[in-house]
């Protein structure tokens, strides 16, 4: 059976420490734009932790929820990119095809998540902040869209692994880089065809739900919901 | 034919071909001033490729803004043209004949420039073709699920379409020049003529490939915008996704055409003189289409926003609120006066439908629906579900100069087009007077032609 | 064609390819042979620690190939070396258990800073100039050996300035300046725990830092601890909480935080309790008496008879002294006091309504384990000491020390930090002062006259990596190691329930011309005209020498070892707690609001701030990010006509700055709060001239018992000084869900 693979987050646990978006930037090459360009909205970050305020001083809370691509199943973004940049994978993983992509950013438009992010420059690392690059991932150049790939190439690695040790990929095995940093344990990854796997376990929870539901975009992260929020 | 038609046809010939030959030095002035704002616009997006496309305000997450607005809106423009005159040629409306090709030209140079766009707007435009399907040895095919390529689709069959449309009928024009003039001039119209000797079966293949032009360019210009609002309604984007923009972008791209072919009409009537061709008539005919349009538009408007508003989904009333109060209000109400208010005043009122009038409203209304189309994709994008990321824009120069340049561009396609082809169509105004000289004499009487040449 | 024309046209085709390539350095042809056994696309993971704060976080270090320019012989080119790519936590630490913060993780652009000191220098231009010449290394030690040579007459003459870390590191200079003859060195930490440590000393016999075990307890009270965030262990304390939350079925921890400005920390607490400045104590007093009157204490005693394993028992390691510390026993001496604390009390001094005190109090005595977390500005206040011996009583009475789900201590088996409260009275003497990591320039308030103390100095030298506000100052620059190219180490004092020594090597060569500074000094010592004399010949020596030879071993595996030896234990002092009234500095009239500087997320106390990826991490309260920022309570707002993006003057005895105002509900109407981290003066690209440094007004009051900064005691007025100017950039576009129907309530 084909590897599905999903996550879940649990807001109980989550104490919004944002230890996942630095992992994220270290992990996959995302460019700091510096303040001009944040200034213009142009910062990048593949997970973010939304914040909402409720109620005002002194009854007041804030709500948040790390946000990173939902990996729908059905990705609004896919359809509408006409060279295939945007695809799914056979392990359902919403691919971005950085060659292919000319950036035309409908599938920015489409994405009821606003996760995915254009490089609207060639990205700068002064020298020698270049050294720190991951190697398994490439750089992307101007003008073409970027987001979250579930940490594709510690999958691919993994796979690559357990291919040569002849073995099943086992839950926990592979760790996308938030889930690896988050110090809480609120990030937890695996395939969610596999229902012993943990992420399976808590995506069944009662506790959980899916961000923008209604829009039928079936995302495969699982938000579990904080006991006191509901 | 009497000998005063035969009189009248001669000076026909003579003040619609005159522009052909005749050049003064402000036309070289009007061409170089345009073309020096064109090369800006050209340089300025070499300058944004240079640099990056974030010379632009665009910005997560209003990725699309002031490029695909002008894509909208001069696809819309490009409706004027071919539409109205098919429309028209098929009713055998007898007023068409100097209308209907300074419309089409409009068609084809307003797609030329919309087309752009799609291109100016893209990350990395010198992969545009990827766009196209085109033979490869990895066998890769564009994304026919993608909007995007459905617009490639539709706009290459309309312009294919237009230009057709277009040519067909300057034939026997093309014949003409090549008859009157000498020299090169005679040369390069006689290979334009595609030989036209004027025979009856030449005559009867061009009336029925024209009638059959007529008849399948209304649904090619009908999909064309139909398919150009499915870039928005196919997102799941509050307030695009919604099964009025089909029509609504049609309708609106109507509008805003006869808005364009009436300020054209206007610049020709004045600057080549052709008063004697371009009546008011014509003027308050396009008015009362206009007005018309006008209507169906805040019709379609007032739909759109009054489902949303009693709907209150939580998504489509941030966006609703922030274009009907927020921040965008000012530029709403603005839209509402230049497509609504103004052009209904003016032109439901007899004494005010003057072409004066009427090209004032046409301002108005151009202005206007390009409000239409920017309020359309920025607000939406700016206020998607997670409020958390949403986001302001604001044009940079370089988007500015680009867009701005367009316009002069259009008027620069149009100076030079007719400079070399005589912008109304003299064979079908000649038939015009055969036509109203065997009119009965009632019509006869109340045709304006008629009135105008006793 | 013939052969001859074959070899012309290769010759030709060769030569242009070689010219094609000239001129670029990226095209650059030649390629050293790498110096580092590396097998391509193999990635390698080595222990390290993290340097950042004091928590010792355990570090895993991804090291890959990558291309580095290099000059070798006069001739620049590319060398294969062996990189760190990306700093993970340790899985097995004790401490962090695989997490790692946010800053943490950012410790690796450290290394790689496009602005870091790559070899010694020397001041060629007046004093703070910015003009610098490059010196060998050889020159930089003969000049710090020839100055320390004239000093070596008045020993009080050598001041050394460091962070206050426990480590063998510091224990290094300790022991160089002391055989020099001058005092030990000067440490000084802006949030530094001073006053907490001194509290622990007294309730529990333990000068250190308190360890939470959250992942057992059921109802967590915290008085203005960003425990989550920036203080104390927070990786430690992260996953503890996120265990309490989650890891028991069935059972949530309840979690309270009181405080007057919503922390990150604050912001997961399920009930909120903003509270008057300084009154944190009287509440937990407060709680206390209720607890106490309603005979409420929950009988923890029995518990243990009952076998319950201690905190020390579950992770093998023993808290001598502790067990001994019966909650009973310490409430004896304090108990008397009580009475003064009724509910009706408590809400007069700290605006909570007494009906709120009586439920909370309940709470805590019901749900057991409970804990009581007190740190960061409660204990900033004149009357800290106070404060956190209340909640420390509070934690005696709920009976949770030294228990599951409650406060304990780590053994330690090195002495307590000798922390400078005024580090400035330890300069004034100085002829010759040495800095290792600390920028006291930019972390203390304008009124203590650092930058003018240390311009009196006649010769300073720094072992920084980076030019910033105090090394700007020095005449000699002698730029260490980044702690991935050296050996490291520290001995953290909280946040497990063994003692823990890390240890690490370096992970990977040196990139630039820098020298690890314990060698430096122990080099130093031994050129000068009157040698000191030290154990040990380098550092690694020193630190292989500092533990048993098994401990040695695991730790050249694993970064970190479980170490055993004495813990200083003394006798808690039995005291009653009488209310010491907090004082601020500021005529209430005149300064009407209370100034909150508070510890960034990502920038911590200012030391961070070079950093492009903690300067673009929006904050996790306001989303701001590159840039500085006053907290304003919507209704102060409104009645001073501020609007968020507005342009601040900020105005307390010592001086007035100015920033944008984020107008933000999470912050009484009486205080105003600003992050510290920006504000630097000179400290590299990224963060120089960005934004105010909010601890530039402080007015300089300390705690009235330990002399400890009070940071959070100075009063302020603030005005709005212009429209938005740009400076305050937000990630989030809107921080309300539903933002219209918010302005209609």
């Given at each position: 059976?084909?590897?599905?693979?999903?996550?879940?987050?649990?807001?109980?646990?989550?104490?919004?420490?944002?230890?996942?978006?630095?992992?994220?930037?270290?992990?996959?090459?995302?460019?700091?734009?510096?303040?001009?360009?944040?200034?213009?909205?142009?910062?990048?970050?593949?997970?973010?932790?939304?914040?909402?305020?409720?109620?005002?001083?002194?009854?007041?809370?804030?709500?948040?929820?790390?946000?990173?691509?939902?990996?729908?199943?059905?990705?609004?973004?896919?359809?509408?990119?006409?060279?295939?940049?945007?695809?799914?994978?056979?392990?359902?993983?919403?691919?971005?095809?950085?060659?292919?992509?000319?950036?035309?950013?409908?599938?920015?438009?489409?994405?009821?998540?606003?996760?995915?992010?254009?490089?609207?420059?060639?990205?700068?690392?002064?020298?020698?902040?270049?050294?720190?690059?991951?190697?398994?991932?490439?750089?992307?150049?101007?003008?073409?869209?970027?987001?979250?790939?579930?940490?594709?190439?510690?999958?691919?690695?993994?796979?690559?692994?357990?291919?040569?040790?002849?073995?099943?990929?086992?839950?926990?095995?592979?760790?996308?880089?938030?889930?690896?940093?988050?110090?809480?344990?609120?990030?937890?990854?695996?395939?969610?065809?596999?229902?012993?796997?943990?992420?399976?376990?808590?995506?069944?929870?009662?506790?959980?739900?899916?961000?923008?539901?209604?829009?039928?975009?079936?995302?495969?992260?699982?938000?579990?919901?904080?006991?006191?929020?509901? | 034919?009497?000998?005063?038609?035969?009189?009248?046809?001669?000076?026909?010939?003579?003040?619609?071909?005159?522009?052909?030959?005749?050049?003064?030095?402000?036309?070289?002035?009007?061409?170089?001033?345009?073309?020096?704002?064109?090369?800006?616009?050209?340089?300025?997006?070499?300058?944004?490729?240079?640099?990056?496309?974030?010379?632009?305000?665009?910005?997560?997450?209003?990725?699309?803004?002031?490029?695909?607005?002008?894509?909208?809106?001069?696809?819309?423009?490009?409706?004027?043209?071919?539409?109205?005159?098919?429309?028209?040629?098929?009713?055998?409306?007898?007023?068409?004949?100097?209308?209907?090709?300074?419309?089409?030209?409009?068609?084809?140079?307003?797609?030329?420039?919309?087309?752009?766009?799609?291109?100016?707007?893209?990350?990395?435009?010198?992969?545009?073709?990827?766009?196209?399907?085109?033979?490869?040895?990895?066998?890769?095919?564009?994304?026919?699920?993608?909007?995007?390529?459905?617009?490639?689709?539709?706009?290459?069959?309309?312009?294919?379409?237009?230009?057709?449309?277009?040519?067909?009928?300057?034939?026997?024009?093309?014949?003409?020049?090549?008859?009157?003039?000498?020299?090169?001039?005679?040369?390069?119209?006689?290979?334009?003529?595609?030989?036209?000797?004027?025979?009856?079966?030449?005559?009867?293949?061009?009336?029925?490939?024209?009638?059959?032009?007529?008849?399948?360019?209304?649904?090619?210009?009908?999909?064309?915008?139909?398919?150009?609002?499915?870039?928005?309604?196919?997102?799941?984007?509050?307030?695009?996704?919604?099964?009025?923009?089909?029509?609504?972008?049609?309708?609106?791209?109507?509008?805003?055409?006869?808005?364009?072919?009436?300020?054209?009409?206007?610049?020709?009537?004045?600057?080549?003189?052709?008063?004697?061709?371009?009546?008011?008539?014509?003027?308050?005919?396009?008015?009362?289409?206009?007005?018309?349009?006008?209507?169906?538009?805040?019709?379609?408007?007032?739909?759109?926003?009054?489902?949303?508003?009693?709907?209150?989904?939580?998504?489509?009333?941030?966006?609703?609120?922030?274009?009907?109060?927020?921040?965008?209000?000012?530029?709403?109400?603005?839209?509402?006066?230049?497509?609504?208010?103004?052009?209904?005043?003016?032109?439901?009122?007899?004494?005010?439908?003057?072409?004066?009038?009427?090209?004032?409203?046409?301002?108005?209304?151009?202005?206007?629906?390009?409000?239409?189309?920017?309020?359309?994709?920025?607000?939406?994008?700016?206020?998607?579900?997670?409020?958390?990321?949403?986001?302001?824009?604001?044009?940079?120069?370089?988007?500015?100069?680009?867009?701005?340049?367009?316009?002069?561009?259009?008027?620069?396609?149009?100076?030079?087009?007719?400079?070399?082809?005589?912008?109304?169509?003299?064979?079908?105004?000649?038939?015009?007077?055969?036509?109203?000289?065997?009119?009965?004499?009632?019509?006869?009487?109340?045709?304006?032609?008629?009135k105008a040449h006793p | 064609m013939d052969r001859r024309d074959f070899i012309k046209l290769t010759a030709i085709t060769g030569t242009s390819a070689t010219l094609a390539s000239c001129g670029n350095p990226e095209h650059q042809l030649i390629r050293f042979i790498p110096d580092d056994d590396l097998v391509p696309g193999v990635a390698e993971w080595k222990p390290s620690v993290c340097p950042l704060c004091s928590a010792g976080c355990g570090l895993s270090v991804r090291v890959m190939e990558a291309d580095a320019e290099v000059v070798r012989n006069g001739e620049r080119g590319l060398v294969k070396i062996a990189a760190a790519k990306k700093l993970e936590g340790q899985p097995d630490h004790p401490i962090n258990q695989g997490g790692l913060c946010p800053r943490g993780q950012a410790a690796i652009q450290i290394t790689y800073h496009p602005d870091r000191l790559t070899q010694p220098m020397t001041r060629s231009g007046a004093r703070g100039s910015g003009e610098w010449k490059p010196i060998t290394w050889d020159e930089a030690i003969a000049e710090i050996v020839s100055q320390l040579d004239q000093v070596a007459g008045e020993p009080a003459a050598l001041a050394f300035l460091a962070r206050p870390r426990r480590s063998r590191r510091?224990?290094?200079?300790?022991?160089?300046?002391?055989?020099?003859?001058?005092?030990?060195?000067?440490?000084?930490?802006?949030?530094?725990?001073?006053?907490?440590?001194?509290?622990?000393?007294?309730?529990?016999?333990?000068?250190?830092?308190?360890?939470?075990?959250?992942?057992?307890?059921?109802?967590?009270?915290?008085?203005?601890?960003?425990?989550?965030?920036?203080?104390?262990?927070?990786?430690?304390?992260?996953?503890?909480?996120?265990?309490?939350?989650?890891?028991?079925?069935?059972?949530?921890?309840?979690?309270?935080?009181?405080?007057?400005?919503?922390?990150?920390?604050?912001?997961?607490?399920?009930?909120?309790?903003?509270?008057?400045?300084?009154?944190?104590?009287?509440?937990?007093?407060?709680?206390?008496?209720?607890?106490?009157?309603?005979?409420?204490?929950?009988?923890?005693?029995?518990?243990?008879?009952?076998?319950?394993?201690?905190?020390?028992?579950?992770?093998?390691?023993?808290?001598?002294?502790?067990?001994?510390?019966?909650?009973?026993?310490?409430?004896?001496?304090?108990?008397?006091?009580?009475?003064?604390?009724?509910?009706?009390?408590?809400?007069?001094?700290?605006?909570?309504?007494?009906?709120?005190?009586?439920?909370?109090?309940?709470?805590?005595?019901?749900?057991?384990?409970?804990?009581?977390?007190?740190?960061?500005?409660?204990?900033?206040?004149?009357?800290?000491?106070?404060?956190?011996?209340?909640?420390?009583?509070?934690?005696?009475?709920?009976?949770?020390?030294?228990?599951?789900?409650?406060?304990?201590?780590?053994?330690?088996?090195?002495?307590?930090?000798?922390?400078?409260?005024?580090?400035?009275?330890?300069?004034?003497?100085?002829?010759?002062?040495?800095?290792?990591?600390?920028?006291?320039?930019?972390?203390?308030?304008?009124?203590?006259?650092?930058?003018?103390?240390?311009?009196?100095?006649?010769?300073?030298?720094?072992?920084?990596?980076?030019?910033?506000?105090?090394?700007?100052?020095?005449?000699?620059?002698?730029?260490?190691?980044?702690?991935?190219?050296?050996?490291?180490?520290?001995?953290?004092?909280?946040?497990?329930?063994?003692?823990?020594?890390?240890?690490?090597?370096?992970?990977?060569?040196?990139?630039?011309?820098?020298?690890?500074?314990?060698?430096?000094?122990?080099?130093?010592?031994?050129?000068?005209?009157?040698?000191?004399?030290?154990?040990?010949?380098?550092?690694?020596?020193?630190?292989?020498?500092?533990?048993?030879?098994?401990?040695?071993?695991?730790?050249?595996?694993?970064?970190?070892?479980?170490?055993?030896?004495?813990?200083?234990?003394?006798?808690?002092?039995?005291?009653?707690?009488?209310?010491?009234?907090?004082?601020?500095d500021g005529d209430a009239g005149q300064f009407p609001f209370h100034f909150l500087p508070y510890a960034s997320q990502a920038l911590y106390d200012g030391s961070l701030a070079h950093l492009p990826w903690l300067q673009e991490l929006p904050d996790p309260l306001t989303s701001a990010m590159w840039s500085s920022w006053v907290e304003i309570n919507p209704s102060t707002a409104q009645r001073l006509n501020i609007a968020q993006g507005d342009l601040v003057d900020v105005t307390s005895s010592q001086g007035t700055l100015r920033a944008p105002a984020i107008v933000s509900p999470g912050i009484a109407p009486d205080v105003i709060a600003m992050p510290v981290g920006q504000g630097h003066q000179t400290f590299t690209r990224y963060a120089s001239n960005r934004g105010a440094n909010p601890v530039s007004i402080l007015a300089p009051v300390t705690e009235a018992e330990t002399g400890a900064l009070a940071w959070a005691a100075t009063r302020v007025k603030i005005a709005r000084a212009g429209d938005p100017d740009g400076s305050l950039i937000m990630f989030a576009g809107e921080m309300r869900e539903h933002p219209h129907e918010h302005e209609v309530r």
């Open positions: 059976m084909p590897h599905r693979w999903g996550m879940a987050v649990d807001l109980d646990r989550c104490t919004g420490c944002e230890a996942c978006v630095t992992a994220c930037h270290a992990e996959n090459n995302i460019p700091t734009v510096g303040p001009e360009q944040a200034a213009r909205g142009r910062a990048m970050h593949w997970i973010r932790v939304e914040r909402y305020w409720e109620g005002d001083f002194p009854d007041v809370r804030l709500k948040f929820r790390p946000v990173m691509c939902q990996q729908c199943d059905a990705a609004p973004c896919e359809p509408v990119c006409p060279t295939y940049a945007s695809h799914h994978t056979a392990d359902g993983l919403n691919a971005q095809v950085y060659n292919r992509c000319i950036g035309t950013r409908y599938c920015a438009n489409a994405c009821p998540y606003n996760v995915r992010f254009f490089d609207f420059f060639n990205p700068q690392w002064p020298k020698p902040l270049h050294l720190q690059l991951n190697p398994d991932v490439s750089v992307r150049e101007v003008g073409v869209m970027e987001k979250c790939t579930f940490c594709v190439q510690r999958i691919s690695a993994v796979r690559t692994q357990a291919k040569a040790e002849t073995r099943e990929i086992k839950d926990g095995d592979i760790k996308p880089a938030c889930a690896q940093a988050c110090p809480a344990k609120a990030l937890v990854f695996g395939d969610l065809n596999d229902p012993e796997s943990e992420v399976s376990r808590l995506s069944r929870s009662p506790r959980g739900s899916k961000l923008l539901d209604d829009l039928g975009t079936l995302p495969k992260v699982t938000y579990l919901a904080r006991p006191s929020d509901s | 034919m009497s000998k005063d038609s035969a009189r009248r046809i001669s000076a026909m010939n003579e003040d619609l071909l005159r522009p052909l030959v005749e050049t003064s030095w402000r036309f070289w002035l009007l061409v170089a001033v345009l073309g020096s704002i064109v090369a800006t616009g050209l340089g300025t997006w070499a300058y944004q490729m240079y640099r990056g496309f974030g010379m632009t305000g665009i910005n997560m997450p209003i990725y699309w803004a002031f490029y695909i607005t002008t894509f909208v809106f001069w696809i819309g423009i490009s409706h004027a043209g071919t539409l109205i005159s098919a429309i028209l040629r098929l009713v055998n409306a007898g007023w068409r004949r100097p209308v209907t090709r300074c419309a089409e030209v409009i068609t084809a140079f307003a797609l030329m420039i919309g087309a752009m766009f799609p291109i100016i707007h893209l990350g990395r435009p010198w992969l545009f073709f990827w766009l196209m399907p085109y033979p490869n040895q990895r066998m890769i095919w564009p994304n026919f699920r993608s909007p995007l390529v459905w617009d490639f689709f539709a706009i290459s069959t309309y312009l294919t379409g237009s230009l057709l449309f277009l040519l067909l009928p300057m034939i026997p024009d093309l014949a003409l020049v090549r008859d009157k003039t000498t020299g090169w001039r005679h040369r390069v119209y006689g290979v334009l003529a595609l030989g036209w000797q004027g025979t009856p079966k030449q005559w009867h293949r061009l009336e029925s490939a024209m009638q059959i032009m007529a008849i399948a360019i209304i649904p090619v210009a009908v999909s064309v915008h139909t398919i150009v609002s499915f870039d928005f309604s196919m997102a799941p984007v509050p307030m695009w996704h919604s099964a009025i923009f089909g029509p609504y972008f049609v309708a609106g791209a109507i509008f805003s055409g006869i808005a364009a072919l009436i300020i054209a009409m206007a610049a020709l009537r004045k600057f080549l003189h052709l008063e004697e061709y371009l009546h008011p008539v014509h003027f308050q005919n396009l008015g009362k289409l206009m007005l018309m349009m006008s209507l169906l538009w805040t019709y379609f408007i007032f739909n759109e926003r009054l489902t949303v508003w009693y709907g209150n989904a939580s998504a489509e009333r941030e966006v609703f609120l922030v274009t009907q109060r927020g921040s965008f209000a000012p530029l709403f109400w603005t839209m509402v006066a230049c497509n609504f208010a103004i052009p209904f005043v003016i032109l439901s009122i007899k004494k005010l439908r003057t072409i004066t009038g009427c090209v004032i409203a046409s301002f108005t209304v151009v202005i206007g629906m390009w409000l239409e189309r920017f309020l359309i994709v920025v607000p939406s994008l700016g206020h998607k579900y997670l409020p958390y990321t949403w986001g302001h824009y604001r044009p940079r120069p370089v988007e500015i100069i680009i867009v701005a340049s367009t316009f002069a561009a259009m008027v620069l396609l149009y100076v030079l087009f007719s400079k070399l082809v005589p912008i109304i169509s003299i064979w079908e105004l000649k038939v015009g007077e055969h036509f109203v000289a065997d009119a009965t004499p009632q019509e006869a009487a109340e045709h304006p032609l008629l | 510091l224990e290094l200079a300790t022991a160089f300046v002391r055989g020099f003859g001058a005092p030990a060195p000067i440490t000084f930490e802006l949030f530094g725990d001073e006053v907490l440590r001194r509290a622990n000393a007294i309730s529990f016999g333990r000068d250190q830092l308190p360890t939470y075990d959250l992942a057992r307890s059921r109802y967590v009270i915290a008085f203005g601890a960003d425990f989550l965030g920036t203080w104390n262990s927070p990786v430690a304390q992260n996953a503890g909480y996120g265990a309490m939350r989650q890891g028991h079925p069935q059972v949530r921890g309840t979690f309270v935080q009181v405080e007057s400005r919503m922390s990150p920390t604050g912001a997961n607490a399920d009930e909120w309790v903003p509270v008057k400045p300084g009154t944190e104590g009287v509440l937990a007093l407060g709680l206390a008496h209720v607890i106490l009157k309603n005979n409420l204490r929950p009988d923890r005693g029995a518990d243990r008879g009952a076998g319950a394993p201690g905190v020390n028992n579950v992770r093998g390691g023993g808290a001598p002294g502790l067990n001994d510390v019966r909650a009973g026993a310490s409430i004896e001496g304090w108990s008397g006091g009580l009475t003064a604390y009724t509910p009706e009390q408590v809400e007069k001094i700290s605006g909570i309504a007494a009906k709120r005190v009586e439920r909370l109090a309940r709470e805590l005595a019901e749900h057991g384990p409970a804990v009581a977390i007190v740190g960061g500005p409660p204990l900033a206040q004149t009357n800290g000491l106070f404060t956190a011996l209340a909640v420390n009583a509070l934690n005696a009475l709920l009976g949770t020390v030294g228990q599951p789900g409650g406060v304990s201590f780590m053994p330690q088996v090195s002495q307590p930090l000798a922390v400078s409260p005024k580090p400035f009275e330890g300069l004034a003497t100085a002829k010759v002062l040495l800095i290792d990591d600390a920028n006291p320039v930019f972390a203390s308030p304008k009124a203590w006259k650092m930058r003018e103390t240390l311009e009196k100095i006649p010769f300073i030298a720094s072992f920084g990596s980076f030019i910033d506000d105090t090394s700007s100052l020095a005449d000699l620059i002698l730029p260490d190691h980044s702690f991935l190219e050296s050996w490291t180490d520290g001995l953290p004092e909280s946040g497990a329930a063994v003692a823990v020594a890390n240890v690490a090597g370096p992970v990977m060569r040196p990139l630039h011309n820098t020298r690890a500074t314990p060698d430096v000094l122990l080099d130093v010592a031994g050129k000068l005209k009157k040698p000191v004399t030290l154990p040990w010949k380098s550092f690694d020596e020193m630190l292989t020498s500092s533990m048993p030879e098994a401990a040695w071993a695991t730790v050249q595996k694993q970064g970190w070892a479980e170490v055993t030896g004495p813990t200083p234990v003394a006798r808690p002092a039995l005291r009653a707690i009488a209310y010491a009234e907090p004082t601020f």
